[in-house]
């Protein structure tokens, strides 16, 4: 299955206003053709119960508040009928006064229970979104590469974000209110027929006209809310983007444009949300009007019932406030279900995520790497192809052998395959044939995390994090003292720079280093690389960014770290792999010559080709 099949969601753009009715008919219409698919609705929400199950104790508790504040809440009528019938003569004052007596100690009660209540439901929902943040984030940063190269990083966080605190939400307040609403009405409804078994009859035959819209608008609700969060992240995405590179967009004058794009993609989200509005303000009309004008007809009934002495005034006052609380339950319900309706939305968009695997992953059994770690590399007829060009081949039938402690450059014009190899031997994508092999070890057999554990990497476009100096060195050695860091950065001649900078080390460097120049940043990467000490060095043009002066001092240290390990460099530049001992040169995804400098000189190929272009003069 493809990364696009695996994230495919059921994506509806946002309608303009004038199809707002053609999308309800194809809604009643689904509802007749497809009553079964109605069932699922909130089914996604159902996948938060193992994080709900984690902290059953307070769930459990704050049922027991919830059924307490119910019950006192249901108390209060039977003691209104009781004072309308037996307390308004003399003899009842002193009814009248113990009933409110015990009147505020129920009141008292119904407060505890309601805080209580509030509290621990809040902070379970607080504590599940929590939870589910932090597993979304790691199973992002678990999927392969080949996830991310068709997944875009700003609706990412959009989903981590936005859809986690749509949930936050629902699981916090909204379950909390739908629950309290629930026991009333059940309670309500339950006291309603002790009190008057004909007036309940008039209340049952009211019941399906209120549930029906209820739940037959609720599949539309949430259809609505998920097309809202969509369009939502597909405008922070952009955003994203276009904030990342800010100085591109300032130096081509671009801001005008991306304003209106960004407008644009708002605009899109803000009919997508108030489409959403109006659908649940629809269903809130809908519900409220029927619940009270039923209301209105029972009391109209009952009226007449006291007028021939078949009610006491009490027990229809009795049964009025029970009325009350089961129409206020339901009304409240029909405005809680869209918010639920919209959180099962974002938890389907989370749980999309969850659910897709890595394409690369580690065997059941996986084989351990030899002790101690030596080095080396084999490719054996290696060919791939990226998933999102399936029919051109970065690499085509690469097969090589790169001994323990010797210094391989790679070299050829920009898309020949260099940095694929890099990719392929990293395991970020497995090869559509051939064999990858480190140690004498396959590595689909390997853990991956044990094969990158022995490779440090110096890429071209260096990553630096928004955190300290010292911070971002010992990203490749968590465990490194400080002075392991310091001396990582003397060897990658950083720690002059460094030592500039006002708090040093310390120093905030920005997101993506923004405060550095691109020399630095290199330093920064390589810096890393020398503190991972691993047994394979990959260079991916790692002194493209530097001026010569600088070059000069990071070759000599980069010199100095390859005596002692097996080293994998690509470069543009020709006079930097000048002291490897063999040479490759690479295009169109093939290995097409192999051998010194000199040897490649005077084969006078593709490499001599190349030497003359970039020497010519010197």
């Known amino acids: 299955m493809s990364v696009a099949e695996q994230l495919e969601t059921p994506r509806g753009n946002p309608?303009?206003?004038r199809d707002a009715l053609l999308e309800e008919e194809a809604f009643i219409e689904s509802q007749i053709t497809e009553p079964a698919k109605s069932r699922a609705r909130l089914r996604p929400l159902l996948a938060l119960a193992p994080y709900v199950a984690r902290y059953k104790g307070r769930a459990i508790l704050a049922l027991i508040s919830l059924t307490v504040a119910a019950i006192t809440t249901l108390i209060v009528p039977v003691a209104v009928r009781r004072m309308i019938d037996m307390g308004f003569t003399p003899e009842g004052i002193a009814m009248i006064n113990s009933y409110f007596s015990v009147m505020i100690a129920v009141v008292a009660v119904l407060a505890g229970?309601?805080?209580?209540?509030?509290?621990?439901?809040?902070?379970?929902?607080?504590?599940?979104?929590?939870?589910?943040?932090?597993?979304?984030?790691?199973?992002?940063i678990s999927l392969s590469p080949s996830f991310f190269d068709s997944a875009r990083s700003g609706e990412l966080v959009s989903r981590l974000t936005a859809d986690t605190t749509q949930i936050k939400s629902a699981v916090g307040a909204s379950v909390s209110i739908a629950l309290r609403n629930m026991m009333l009405f059940i309670g309500a409804a339950a006291m309603m027929v002790i009190t008057s078994p004909r007036l309940s009859l008039f209340v049952l035959l009211a019941i399906p006209i209120i549930v029906i819209p209820l739940v037959a608008f609720g599949r539309w609700v949430r259809r609505l809310s998920r097309n809202a969060q969509d369009t939502l992240a597909d405008a922070s995405a952009y955003a994203s983007e276009l904030v990342n590179a800010i100085r591109t967009v300032q130096a081509y004058t671009g801001e005008r444009l991306a304003r209106t794009r960004f407008a644009g993609e708002l605009e899109q989200a803000y009919e997508a949300a108030r489409s959403s509005t109006k659908a649940r303000a629809v269903l809130t009309l809908i519900v409220i009007f029927i619940v009270f004008a039923s209301v209105v007809v029972i009391l109209w009934v009952g009226s007449h019932d006291v007028l021939v002495g078949t009610i006491s005034p009490g027990r229809l006052g009795q049964f009025i406030l029970y009325t009350a609380f089961a129409a206020s339950g339901l009304g409240q319900l029909s405005e809680v279900w869209g918010e639920v309706s919209a959180a099962s939305g974002a938890a389907e968009r989370l749980f999309e995520i969850l659910r897709v695997k890595p394409e690369i992953a580690a065997p059941a059994a996986p084989r351990a790497l030899p002790q101690p770690a030596r080095g080396d590399v084999g490719f054996d007829n290696v060919s791939f192809a990226y998933p999102t060009r399936p029919n051109a081949l970065a690499v085509d039938g690469v097969s090589l052998e790169v001994r323990s402690g010797e210094k391989v450059a790679i070299v050829g014009p920009s898309g020949a395959g260099k940095s694929t190899l890099f990719h392929l031997l990293l395991r970020f994508y497995d090869p559509k044939s051939g064999t990858i092999s480190l140690d004498g070890v396959p590595i689909r057999q390997a853990d991956p995390a044990e094969v990158r554990a022995r490779i440090a990497l110096v890429?071209?476009?260096?990553v630096v994090f928004a955190a300290s100096a010292r911070d971002n060195i010992r990203f490749g050695r968590p465990d490194a003292s400080d002075a392991e860091v310091e001396r990582a950065a003397d060897l990658a001649h950083a720690t002059e720079f460094l030592r500039r900078l006002p708090d040093g080390f310390d120093a905030q460097l920005g997101e993506r280093g923004v405060t550095l120049s691109g020399g630095q940043r290199q330093r920064i990467a390589i810096a890393r690389a020398i503190l991972r000490d691993a047994p394979l060095l990959l260079l991916d043009e790692a002194t493209s960014a530097l001026d010569a002066e600088s070059e000069t001092l990071v070759q000599t240290a980069l010199e100095e770290l390859m005596r002692h390990r097996t080293t994998l460099v690509i470069a543009h530049r020709l006079a930097t792999v000048l002291s490897c001992d063999r040479i490759l040169v690479m295009d169109q995804g093939r290995i097409v010559e192999q051998g010194t400098h000199a040897e490649l000189v005077a084969a006078n190929g593709l490499y001599a080709r190349l030497a003359r272009l970039q020497f010519e003069g010197i």
């Open 459 to 462: 890429p071209q476009d260096s």
């Open 15 to 17: 309608q303009p206003p």
């Open 113 to 140: 229970a309601s805080a209580s209540r509030y509290y621990l439901v809040m902070t379970i929902g607080e504590r599940i979104v929590a939870d589910l943040r932090r597993d979304v984030f790691a199973h992002l």
